[in-house]
């Protein structure tokens, strides 16, 4: 691992010096850890993402609401390091059943519950300044990648045009692997798992010379860092396939912007070029999809999209235009309601179209 | 010994059998009650010589009935009131105007004499007074027609020892009686008794039910002063007698004989109303002399000194000795209402080895207190809500006292006394205090809240060394696994320096 050396130096320095020195000293040690709520967030113009303000949180060991969190903090970077030290690549969960136990002398536990020891996790990451991943600590990783791409992994190299009809998992620490070369134009960021599938196996990236990668969803870490890393490494633009509806948007948001709760980490996961290609609020009137294949917007959803709007970074003429549209009309749809037009209209017509849109921009 | 008054028949009649409890269906009521009344008997006995109480009471299963056995040591009775007091059925020695336990001094005849009619056995009756040279055992009987004594025999012996004090032993039917299941009530009144007479020695057996009850101190009270009635408070068939017992001439000096009258204040009452000051005593409109002497508003207040307090360091005691509660505060107020002198005391105590009360559901913060109710040194046993003094505790906001009864285990103890016992209670079971006078009520508020006033400067204080102590706790809770995990991020085997110094910062 790239940051082996340094890692347990660090751990040590950051935390465990800082309280010594203070200890020494004779003063109450504290833990300045940046603070990680939307008041300490913003959009930066220049970098086009999230990123953290500068304000931080003194966590105190000899106060009543600080000394469980401040003893958690020592306990579980001291867990870490000695994780590292025995080179074992825990999980979050992994983490939290090492530090859960009844603290002698009390009916209390050390953990209550794995919130805790993650949001501790983040703590180490922002006091540290090193991610999770490069804290060796390894999470649930479900996204996929397919295209004609070459990977490093250790010694092997893996060929993503060689894989059958398989996809390529993308890991929670992705900076461990190398991205060698590519012959894909764009790369297109799917939402769905299903709809990857389908265009995997029909192997779409072929046909359209692209690399496929989907994040299921709300898309974790390394999802992220590979699409940044193969639009930083390989200069390839990233076009992002989400449902037409609230949430979709937010999922694009988050690849394009970052989101709030690890701002600290966005510089390595946003993707700020990253374009929307659909489905967009206009587009269910453009391709008439019929009314039996449109959903009626829920409260929660329209509430959603106004508050999204209120964001600086949705705040565009043409988010505003949709989230009105969307207001107005109060319907949405999924990526699957194009199958209405026919199973192949989705991979066929609407994603080409809408790339040449942009192209064409 | 002092006068004895007579009742009439009628009057005292309707009282008896519901006073004795005899009139329910719960053998346990008159069982208590016996017990009770002889108690309160016998330390009044001793009460008046200054006598410190060394009381026994045997209670002996026979066949099918019971015997019952009471020993004291107070001043004893000559012959003459033996005859008096044992004789007729309605006779008290206390139907005066002074504060004493029994309310008319019947209570324990009633149960002779139910004893006499269902097991058709006579009672004894030994006795002997301060230095009397001789102790006299009486054997008799009521006649209950005639209202009279039949003595069947007296015997005397030398009293040797210079015993002095009454022992009566009388008989009753065990289906009247259940003392089994009057025990608790029994022990929970007798442990009461180290609140409100902890100068006394009691013993009780029934088999090998046995209850003694300690002597916590050795200064006995001055008896209550007898004083004279006052105008404003007489009750008619005590004014009555009066008027026809007295040897005063005429209405101006029967007047004066009164408590707090002077002749001024006699005369202007008589102009007032218009009475004759020499009309004689016997010839008075007794009816228009009683309405005008309740109405007149110019009599001096009575006096409170003949009230018996139990004392603010008897009363703690007697609180310390039954629950050792880690606070304890005393308060008291005298008063005077419709010409009556009341006096309210009142303890709380709060911690200690009091016992938390069960939780209940829907139970407001108020309902977890235990109240102690005490009238003219007699605990009230059981628990009625109703009760005055259950009125005044629930009324008071203790939340704005910093206690919460339902955290922190808190008892009150309120003793009323006063000499017009029957405005305080509705029946002769002596139960509760009724909702007769609201100013009563307002007396124990006032009183209880001065005693909450001690208690909430002791609560508030606690609760700073609780949050101290707390603070405290979870600081060494913590302690070790900054300690631990400290030293082991440091590469440090040793952990005492780092737990030196991480305990110099916190604790």
């Known amino acids: 691992m790239k940051f082996e050396d340094n890692r347990t130096k660090i751990l040590q320095e950051k935390i465990g010096n800082v309280v010594l020195k203070k200890l020494l000293k004779g003063e109450e040690p504290t833990l300045e850890i940046l603070k990680r709520d939307m008041s300490n967030v913003s959009f930066d113009k220049n970098k086009r993402m999230l990123l953290p303000g500068n304000e931080k949180l003194s966590r105190r060991m000899k106060s009543l609401g600080g000394v469980r969190t401040f003893a958690q903090t020592v306990m579980i970077a001291n867990s870490i390091r000695e994780a590292i030290l025995q080179k074992y690549h825990p999980s979050l969960r992994d983490v939290f059943y090492n530090n859960k136990f009844t603290i002698p002398g009390s009916k209390r536990l050390s953990l209550d519950s794995q919130e805790e020891s993650n949001s501790i996790v983040q703590d180490l990451e922002v006091l540290t300044g090193l991610s999770r991943e490069e804290l060796g600590i390894v999470a649930d990783s479900k996204g996929l990648l397919a295209g004609d791409i070459q990977l490093k992994s250790e010694n092997d190299i893996i060929d993503g045009s060689k894989m059958g009809s398989l996809a390529i998992p993308i890991p929670s620490i992705v900076d461990n692997l190398d991205l060698l070369k590519t012959k894909a134009e764009f790369v297109l960021v799917v939402e769905k798992g299903a709809i990857f599938e389908g265009l995997n196996a029909s192997k779409w990236w072929k046909k359209h010379n692209c690399i496929l990668i989907t994040g299921k969803g709300q898309p974790d870490r390394g999802t992220r860092r590979m699409v940044q890393r193969l639009h930083n490494e390989f200069e390839l633009p990233v076009y992002v396939l989400v449902d037409g509806d609230s949430y979709g948007f937010a999922i694009y948001g988050v690849y394009k912007f970052g989101s709030v709760s690890l701002a600290y980490q966005n510089e390595k996961l946003a993707c700020p070029d990253a374009k929307f290609l659909g489905v967009s609020v206009s587009d269910i009137y453009n391709y008439k999809i019929p009314k039996n294949a449109i959903i009626k917007a829920k409260p929660s959803d329209l509430k959603r999209a106004q508050d999204m709007l209120k964001t600086e970074w949705f705040n565009t003429p043409f988010w505003k235009k949709e989230f009105e549209l969307l207001q107005e009309k109060k319907e949405k749809v999924e990526l699957e309601s194009f199958s209405r037009f026919g199973y192949n209209y989705l991979a066929d017509k609407y994603i080409p179209e809408k790339i040449n849109n942009l192209k064409n921009k | ?507």
């Open chain 2, 1 to 507: 010994m002092s006068q004895v008054q007579v009742l009439s028949k009628s009057q005292a009649i309707i009282r008896l059998k519901r006073m004795a409890g005899f009139d329910t269906a719960d053998p346990a009521t008159p069982a208590f009650n016996v017990v009770r009344e002889l108690l309160e008997n016998s330390l009044d006995a001793c009460e008046d010589g200054k006598i410190a109480p060394n009381i026994k009471i045997d209670i002996k299963d026979l066949e099918d009935i019971v015997q019952i056995t009471c020993r004291d040591n107070g001043i004893g009775m000559s012959k003459e009131n033996v005859l008096k007091a044992f004789g007729s059925m309605f006779s008290s020695s206390k139907f005066r105007n002074r504060q004493s336990r029994g309310l008319f001094g019947i209570g324990g005849k009633v149960f002779i004499v139910q004893g006499q009619v269902t097991t058709d056995k006579p009672f004894d009756v030994a006795t002997a007074t301060i230095n009397d040279k001789f102790i006299s055992a009486y054997k008799m009987r009521i006649d209950i027609e005639k209202d009279q004594a039949i003595v069947e025999n007296i015997k005397t012996q030398e009293n040797k020892k210079g015993w002095h004090g009454v022992i009566i032993r009388f008989h009753l039917s065990k289906e009247e009686v259940d003392f089994n299941k009057a025990h608790n009530q029994i022990k929970t009144y007798l442990e009461n008794c180290y609140i409100t007479s902890p100068y006394a020695q009691i013993e009780y057996n029934y088999g090998d039910k046995k209850i003694k009850i300690h002597r916590l101190e050795s200064k006995v009270p001055n008896p209550a002063k007898e004083v004279p009635y006052h105008p404003k408070s007489i009750e008619a068939y005590a004014l009555k007698t009066l008027l026809n017992t007295t040897r005063k001439k005429d209405i101006l000096t029967f007047l004066t004989s009164l408590q707090s009258v002077g002749e001024l204040t006699a005369k202007d009452f008589l102009s007032k109303y218009k009475i004759r000051p020499d009309t004689p005593p016997k010839k008075i409109n007794f009816g228009q002399l009683l309405d005008a002497m309740k109405e007149y508003d110019k009599w001096l207040a009575p006096s409170t000194d003949c009230l018996s307090l139990i004392g603010e360091d008897n009363f703690i005691t007697g609180v310390k000795h039954l629950y050792n509660p880690d606070f304890v505060s005393y308060a008291s107020r005298k008063d005077v209402f419709i010409g009556i002198p009341f006096a309210v005391e009142a303890v709380i105590a709060m911690g200690g080895d009091i016992p938390k009360r069960q939780i209940r559901l829907n139970l407001k913060k108020e309902e977890f207190l235990k109240i102690f109710r005490y009238a003219n040194r007699i605990p009230l046993i059981g628990e009625y809500r109703s009760c005055l003094i259950n009125k005044a505790a629930f009324d008071i906001a203790w939340s704005s006292y910093q206690i919460d009864p339902s955290k922190i285990p808190t008892m009150v103890f309120v003793h009323i006394c006063t000499t017009g016992k029957t405005i305080l209670f509705k029946d002769l079971a002596k139960g509760m205090i009724i909702d007769n006078l609201p100013q009563i009520g307002k007396t124990i508020k006032l009183c209880l809240q001065a005693a909450l006033r001690k208690a909430r400067s002791w609560m508030s204080k606690r609760k700073q060394r609780e949050a101290a102590s707390r603070r405290k706790g979870i600081f060494e809770l913590y302690t070790p696994l900054i300690v631990n995990n400290l030293a082991s991020l440091l590469d440090k085997e040793d952990t005492s320096e780092i737990d030196a110094l991480v305990r110099r910062i916190m604790l």
